[in-house]
């Protein structure tokens, strides 16, 4: 059964990248308002334990609740891979991860059955799309790498930069020597890299977004009211001023002021 009348959805991840995830969101359902919350000043995730993570999830789901959200997004691969199920036991409405719909997505796409994932230390330890994806393929061959220097380089500001190109090839070697036909972006961050990932990986391979399986898996399972003026609410935990000029990179659009938010 779906849920029904939602109108405001919560957001939030490490950073800007789960904006890619809204970004996505709004292009699904363009009358639904949206508020995010970026834990900057605690950025990144991807390098902290896994307690750390789940105590800074739980934190940020109670602050977009008390923002009105009625339904939450983790739009932080990281986030999810360690902290969903706990968040899901914590608070009674509905909570989604972006692994399982990205996994699927895979999973579907493939001919070889062989995957690759990139994404960040912590994502890539959890093993979570390799976990999801042999659940729903058991012949699958999963393949994952870390690349923790991307998400730095994409916060900075730099996405095109000749170095960020040359860190990306370098990480994608291993992937391209396993014949893999499918990628997969291990972090929402990427969204913002996918054109040059595609170019360093080849045409011959399908990409896999985690921003466009969420907001599938979203319209799929919910239904939302319709309103005329969604309103769009940003949060960051430090510096909103960086967070609104690389953050427009991400969501596609200007950005109205953005707030300090975070632990309540």
């Known amino acids: ?3 029904t009348s939602i ?3 919560g957001v939030f991840d490490s950073g800007l990248g789960g904006l890619s995830v809204v970004r996505a969101l709004k292009m699904a359902l363009p009358h639904t308002s949206f508020v995010y919350f970026g834990d900057t000043g605690r950025f990144p995730y991807g390098t902290k334990s896994t307690a750390t993570v789940r105590r800074y999830s739980m934190e940020n789901t109670s602050f977009l609740l008390s923002k009105g959200a ?3 997004v983790v739009g932080c691969n990281t986030a999810t891979s360690v902290a969903l199920d706990t968040l899901c036991k914590k608070f009674p409405l509905p909570i989604f991860g972006v692994i399982e719909p990205a996994a699927k997505k895979a999973a579907s796409l493939t001919k070889n059955g062989r995957i690759g994932v990139i994404g960040t230390i912590r994502t890539i ?3 979570s799309y390799n976990k999801a994806i042999e659940r729903l393929l058991p012949e699958a061959c999963v393949f994952s790498t870390a690349a923790p220097l991307l998400v730095s380089l994409i916060e900075d500001g730099s996405p095109s930069h000749t170095i960020t190109r040359d860190i ?3 990480y994608l070697r291993p992937l391209k020597m396993q014949k893999i036909d499918t990628l997969l972006l291990g972090c929402t961050h990427y969204s913002l890299l996918r054109n040059l990932i595609q170019e ?3 045409d011959a391979v399908s ?3 985690p921003a466009d399986s969420i907001a599938e898996a979203l319209c799929e399972t919910l239904s939302f009211s319709q309103k005329d003026n969604p309103k769009y609410q940003f949060f960051a935990s430090d510096d909103p001023t960086r967070f609104k000029k690389v953050g427009e990179l991400f969501l596609g659009m200007k950005m109205e ?3 300090i938010g975070g632990v309540l």
């Open 1 to 3: 059964m779906k849920h």
């Open 7 to 9: 109108s405001l959805v």
């Open 70 to 72: 009625e339904v939450i």
């Open 125 to 127: 330890k959890s093993q």
């Open 168 to 170: 990306v090839r370098e």
């Open 200 to 202: 360093e990986i080849g």
């Open 207 to 209: 990409i896999i977004d």
């Open 257 to 259: 002021a953005i707030s």
